[in-house]
């Protein structure tokens, strides 16, 4: 029998534990599901706005996700002229390309669609986006996004609104099935 020392079984578990494991990726045909939250407040919480997105999306290939995201948001917003709590929501469309295959999967695309409510102007929006998702599962992921959405009302606004846009962050957890 072979004695081995502490130091080589340790160090031999520890190498098993950080080493990648290899997660099952979603395939052509497989669905996702993604709900995440967002929020910003200013250091007197005297404005502050947090929203739920969720995402319903369908897999073209093992790289690629369209689907169709809503997003509705809260805002609570205080100063000199104004005093107001704002409802605002937006519905669009959006596809992804995924890089790479394992725990960790960059992405980025594009998405089109409608910004309604109280504190906005109702309309249309196209915006670019660019994220990670990290699978701690075989289907389940921890996803970081964020978008740069630009606003139009008419297609000859689209190319001048794309300067006077805005970013919106997101973070929250999906699933593919």
């Known amino acids: ?5 502490q130091g ?3 160090l031999g578990l520890s190498a098993a534990l950080l080493a990648p494991v290899s997660l099952a990726q979603p395939d052509s045909g497989d669905r996702e599901f993604a709900l995440a939250g967002t929020g910003t407040s200013d250091k007197d919480f005297d404005n502050s706005s947090f929203g ?14 369209w689907g ?3 997003s509705v948001a809260f805002a609570d917003v205080s100063g000199e002229d104004l005093s107001d709590d704002f409802w605002n929501g937006s519905t669009r469309g959006y596809l992804d390309y995924h890089f790479g ?11 089109l669609g409608a910004v309604y409510g109280d504190g ?6 196209a915006g670019l986006e660019f ?8 289907s389940t992921y921890i996803l970081g996004r964020a978008e740069y959405q630009f606003f139009f009302d008419s297609g000859d606004e689209a190319e001048d609104a794309f300067d006077d846009g805005a970013w919106a962050y997101v973070f929250g957890v999906g ?3």
């Open 120 to 125: 906005v102007n109702d309309g249309g929006f």
């Open 8 to 10: 080589t079984i340790a």
């Open 175 to 177: 699933f593919n099935f």
């Open 68 to 70: 169709i995201r809503q």
């Open 101 to 111: 295959g394992g725990n960790a999967r960059p992405f980025v695309g594009g998405s």
């Open 131 to 138: 994220g990670l998702k990290y699978y701690v599962l075989d």
């Open 1 to 5: 029998m072979v004695k081995l020392k």
């Open 52 to 65: 739920i997105s969720g995402d319903l999306g369908w897999y073209t290939s093992s790289h690629m996700v």
